[in-house]
């Protein structure tokens, strides 16, 4: 039964496995896209007006933090600037990815009846590559590049100028009255900008473990050099010949008693010494090498717990 | 009170009350699935202390009107909803893994050879190659960085990104993860022995040099300055992650390593599996994109598995001392398990070559190298 269950585990695990490496081969991708339903990105702005400056603050696709794009006009007296759903303008051929700022439906007024007004866009979310497209539905092919001047100014902020004539081919409302309505957004690449950045963090977690790398090689080296200094300095104090310890006998025979009292007093001579009279001055009285011999013995027991480096030793 | 009364006082109950008449199929699907998770993780003890909490978070979710996944009246999070609202949303348990696993992590042998670092990076390959094919299939671009980080193989790190940038992707995510971490045994050997001959399974590395104490207290100050400079956005997984190791090193806090390592990691590790099992709801989770997600999982491990090894292939162009090309294959991270796949890989060869520290550098690397990808996605994304 046991074998059974085991066979049957297996081969569902590899049939798993099969399936997963089809589906992602056979999947159809306009059904799977099509299922997926709700765009989730979906920028939406929020507009602020100051003075003759409209600004929209909104998340971007792929970001995750919010961005303003300010509009200005010359030429003419800016009235409104609202967000446009990509919906009204999908278009086949046309992917909403690309405009990751969202549309905007820019109206102006106050133009000379078929004169030219000037639009100025500006963020430092746009790149230099950032173009501005136009969508105008009465017209025949309806998304249009709008040729936009892209200027760089300081602080990585860029420009998109656009100039819009009354009653042209990118005034939507297609007539000669002095008011210009203008619908489109700012374009970027998305699998120029997806591919580019993919490739330049790829590589970018080489550079950041090469440089960890290198700086471990270094560190490990001069750990090394340190290393091999003290094994060396301990070779040599071990290959220095040993002074002969004196030879440190007890005067005489003892009885064991005798001894221990000894041990005692001299035990409580020192911690009276080490708890009492600390302010007291005293002379360190003369002690003979067998004395001093098991303090030193006494003193290294009493110092391996305290000791760090025993203690990394040990662990 | 009439009978009709009592009657309808039973309807009523039965109606409102009770799952029974609320039950859908979906949610009955989405059970049956927690049941085969269960009983992978019981009987077949794949990634069980994930699987687990996972599984048993999917039961429980899918029973109608439980008041677990939602909010009360006030706007109160229910019980689940509070662990993953506090604990996933705010990005704090992952975060706490990453401290549990630094204070469980010797990195003797990434310290003792360094040049495994490299190939830790080149096994983040098919997180890179999964990022486009899920692009192709429509996914958004945040969707799609939480996606490839899968092949990365390291749980914690897959759901920190997906928490952060595609939080309705985080049920498939993990589970897809644990699940496939849990198959590597499975996944790597057919690529490894695709990628490499007899003659190179059986190449045997120099032993290890030994990393003094001192190194190894050094090691998470170090890692954390260069990484956190060029890529601040991984500072909380990456600093957590060397926080815990230092507590471990430095040997003076010893009852917080430890509790690190135990009792705040087994804590956390309940809340997290709970919570990422309880994202997978049924209207949520019975869709295109969570299938897609283990079909483009698998093909990010079999990429990543490729990279690491391709990798050590390079490597060897330039190396007088020339690697094992198995041991790439551990660059996928999945601690310890795909450094024991190298061992066992090796092993087949050549009896007598002992793969498995040389195997950890990798294996180490891919921790930080699939860490560091994550980071490189949240600052995209910034």
């Known amino acids: 039964m046991n074998r059974l269950t085991h066979g049957f585990f297996k081969n569902a695990i590899r049939a798993w496995l099969i399936l997963a490496g089809l589906l992602v081969i056979l999947a159809p991708r306009t059904t799977v896209y099509a299922a997926f339903g709700e765009d989730l990105e979906k920028p939406k702005p929020e507009f602020t007006r100051e003075g003759n400056m409209i600004t929209a603050k909104l998340i971007p ?6 961005v303003s794009i300010h509009f200005t006009v010359s030429g003419g007296r800016l009235v409104n600037v609202e967000g446009m759903d990509f919906q009204e303008a999908a278009r086949p051929g046309v992917d909403n990815k690309d405009f990751k700022s969202e549309l905007f439906t820019i109206k102006i007024d106050g133009v000379p009846p078929g004169g030219e007004a000037k639009v100025s866009v500006t963020s430092d979310f746009f790149s230099s590559s950032t173009e501005y497209w136009i969508f105008n539905r009465n017209l025949k092919e309806p998304w249009m590049n709008a040729d936009a001047k892209n200027i760089s100014l300081p602080d990585m902020v860029q420009e998109l100028l656009v100039s819009v004539k009354d009653g042209g081919p990118f005034d939507s409302d297609g007539a000669v009255n002095g008011r210009i309505t203008l619908s489109g957004g700012p374009k970027d690449s998305f699998w120029g900008y997806a591919l580019g950045t993919l490739f330049i963090r790829f590589f970018g977690i080489f550079l950041v473990l090469s440089i960890l790398m290198i700086g471990m090689i270094l560190s490990g080296k001069i750990f090394q050099m340190i290393d091999k200094k003290k094994a060396k300095r301990e070779k040599e104090i071990q290959v220095q010949p040993e002074v002969p310890a004196p030879d440190i006998q007890p005067t005489e025979a003892i009885e064991p008693e005798l001894a221990a009292a000894v041990c005692a007093a001299l035990h409580l001579h020192f911690s009276g010494r080490r708890s009492g009279a600390a302010s007291s001055p005293s002379i360190t009285p003369a002690v003979s090498p067998w004395v001093r ?7 290294n027991a009493r110092s391996i717990p305290t000791n760090r480096f025993n203690r990394l030793q040990n662990r | 009170m009439s009978w009709d009364q009592v009657l309808e006082l039973i309807k009523s109950i039965l109606l409102t009350q009770t799952g029974i008449p609320n039950l859908d199929i979906g949610q009955v699907i989405m059970i049956l699935i927690s049941f085969f998770f269960l009983y992978l993780a019981v009987a077949k ?4 202390l994930l699987l687990v909490p996972i599984g048993f978070g999917i039961f429980l979710v899918n029973f109608p009107l439980a008041p677990l996944m939602g909010f009360t009246e006030h706007g109160d999070p229910q019980l689940i909803q509070a662990f993953y609202k506090y604990g996933v949303q705010w990005e704090i348990i992952p975060c706490l893994i990453f401290l549990g696993l630094g204070a469980m992590t010797d990195f003797g042998p990434l310290i003792a050879n360094p040049k495994t670092l490299i190939i830790g990076a080149g096994a983040q390959l098919g997180v890179f190659i999964t990022y486009c094919g899920t692009l192709f299939f429509g996914f958004t671009l945040k969707e799609a960085a939480s996606v490839g980080i899968i092949g990365g193989a390291d749980g914690p790190t897959t ?4 928490a952060m940038l595609a939080p309705q992707l985080l049920g498939a995510n993990a589970l897809a993860a644990y699940s496939y971490m849990a198959m590597v045994p499975l996944i790597q050997p057919p690529i490894m022995r695709l990628m490499t001959t007899p003659e190179q399974r059986r190449i045997k590395m120099r032993q290890l040099r030994p990393v003094s104490a001192k190194e190894k207290l050094l090691f998470p100050l170090i890692a954390s ?5 060029l890529i601040p956005a991984v500072a909380p997984l990456m600093g957590m992650f060397m926080f815990g190791n230092f507590m471990r090193e430095c040997g003076v806090v010893k009852r917080l390593s430890e509790t690190a390592q135990n009792a705040m990691m087994n804590i956390v590790t309940i809340l997290l599996g709970l919570s990422v099992g309880a994202t997978m709801q049924a209207d949520v989770f019975l869709s295109w994109k969570p299938m897609l997600i283990f079909g483009f999982g698998l093909l990010d491990f079999i990429i990543c598995t490729f990279g690491g090894i391709l990798t050590v292939h390079i490597m060897n162009k330039f190396l007088k001392e020339k690697m094992n090309p198995l041991i790439g ?6 601690v310890p398990m795909a450094a024991r796949v190298s061992q066992v890989e090796g092993q087949k060869a050549d009896p007598d070559n002992w793969l498995i520290m040389h195997a950890m550098g990798p294996n180490l690397a891919g921790v930080i190298g699939s860490a560091s990808a994550a980071g490189m996605f949240i600052a995209m994304f910034k």
């Open chain 1, 293 to 299: 011999q098991g303090r030193e013995r006494i003193m």
């Open chain 2, 45 to 48: 003890e794949y990634e069980p």
């Open chain 1, 61 to 66: 696709r792929a970001k995750s933090t919010s």
């Open chain 2, 225 to 229: 300055i260069f990484i956190i400079l």
């Open chain 2, 329 to 334: 294959s551990a660059g996928v991270s999945a």
């Open chain 2, 159 to 162: 759901i920190y990104l997906t």
